[in-house]
């Protein structure tokens, strides 16, 4: 592992579930934010897959197969974050020790018209390039 890899902060992206707004986060934080913070998703309780609008529409809107690149985690599952995004769960959304934490506060589209799906997905990617901004250059 380089030196770089070793001081990027680690971001957790979290929600209940974890197959729909934390997997989007985590998929985008890799593909545009890859170089400055490594991105990981968690949940407190596991669906048995990724939902599958949110992969195809990842698929068809950035040409990322969330099937291929990532599963449903636990959040013991991942590693200790600096940085700890919730999704926005309303109801009980869990807390890990960090240094950072924000919620974006995001509707889950599960169930919704792909309209709803591509609004979310959007909203993501501006979070996570916002997120890229405030991070750049930052170590923990």
């Known amino acids: 592992m380089s030196e770089n890899t070793m001081n990027k902060p680690k971001v957790a992206f979290i929600c209940v579930h974890n197959s729909c707004r934390s997997q989007i986060a985590e998929a985008l934080?890799?593909?545009l934010a890859g170089d400055v913070?490594?991105?990981?998703?968690a949940g407190t309780e596991l669906k048995?897959?990724?939902?599958?609008?949110?992969v195809r529409?990842?698929?068809?809107?950035y040409g990322i197969?969330?099937?291929l690149t990532q599963k449903n985690k636990l959040i013991a599952e991942i590693p200790n974050p600096d940085?700890?995004?919730t999704m926005g769960c309303n109801v009980s959304c869990p807390t890990m020790?960090?240094?950072m934490r924000e919620d974006?506060?995001?509707d889950d589209p599960s169930g919704k018209e792909d309209e709803v799906f591509e609004k979310t997905i959007q909203i993501i990617e501006e979070k996570i390039l916002e997120l890229k901004s405030r991070l750049t250059g930052i170590t923990f």
């Open 29 to 31: 934080g890799k593909h």
């Open 37 to 41: 913070f490594e991105s990981y998703s």
């Open 48 to 54: 048995d897959h990724i939902n599958p609008d949110a």
């Open 57 to 61: 529409l990842m698929k068809k809107i």
């Open 65 to 67: 197969d969330m099937e």
């Open 83 to 85: 940085v700890v995004v």
């Open 97 to 99: 020790p960090c240094k």
């Open 104 to 106: 974006w506060g995001l």
